[in-house]
């Protein structure tokens, strides 16, 4: 299978690239994990976001422990095309490990950072199993 | 001036954070660039997106020289603060150094990226002064 596609992105010295995940209805920002090109191809295969752990390192099903797999149902990358952008489904709502609909719940307020989006479901409910 | 907001930022090793610029009203995802401490220290006090170019080697005050600048009303980070997200008004409605509303109008088509966003104005016409 050709794989000229995977050949246009812009990998950094590491071997990765950004992606951020988007939530397809309503455009909110959820959150943005790294991608090898394996986990592009993975991505592009099953059609459910993967991603590459750094602290880990290795492949990262979102979800394989969670249960909060996203659906995607585009990929997209940007003039440079060293980042990835995917328009999601978001299994269960919750994208974020502490347990909030997205990751970027932080939001700068002075001098600040103000915690401005609720926890919907506590984290070890969400990874006791 | 206390700087204990920019202190929580994880930098990179070089000292870097990717920063998303989302449409304020829409949604869409226009662009991504880097930014250093300086750069959001600047974007924080300027209310108007400075990035950092990793090319060029300094700041980057975006529409510097396309008047394509950016107005920020929202600053936001992630659960890693690893990440900085961008709530803005694009001056122009043109982002992207192409002459589109966003850089991300490359979408995954089968095994090939296409061209999914029109070019609003001739990028020699942007950057002609």
């Known amino acids: 299978m ?7 992105i812009a990998w950094n010295d590491d071997g990765l690239v950004p992606a951020i995940a988007q939530d ?9 994990a790294w ?3 394996e986990a592009l191809r993975k991505t592009a295969d ?3 976001a993967v991603y590459w752990s750094r ?3 290795k ?16 990929i997209r990358t940007d003039c440079d095309e060293d980042v990835i952008l995917l328009k999601i489904i978001q299994t269960g709502g919750i994208a974020c ?3 909030r609909k997205s990751c970027f719940f932080q939001k700068l307020d002075g001098q ?8 919907l479901k506590d984290p070890h409910e969400i990874y006791r199993k």
């Open 2 to 8: 050709s794989e000229v596609w995977l050949n246009k």
């Open 24 to 32: 397809a209805d309503t455009g909110e920002i959820l959150m943005v």
């Open 35 to 37: 991608m090898n090109r």
């Open 46 to 48: 099953l059609g459910e």
């Open 55 to 57: 602290s880990r390192k």
């Open 59 to 74: 492949l990262w099903h979102k979800g394989e422990e969670s249960g909060h797999t996203q659906k995607v149902l585009e």
């Open 97 to 99: 490990h502490t347990g």
């Open 112 to 119: 600040e950072w103000a915690t401005v989006e609720p926890v």
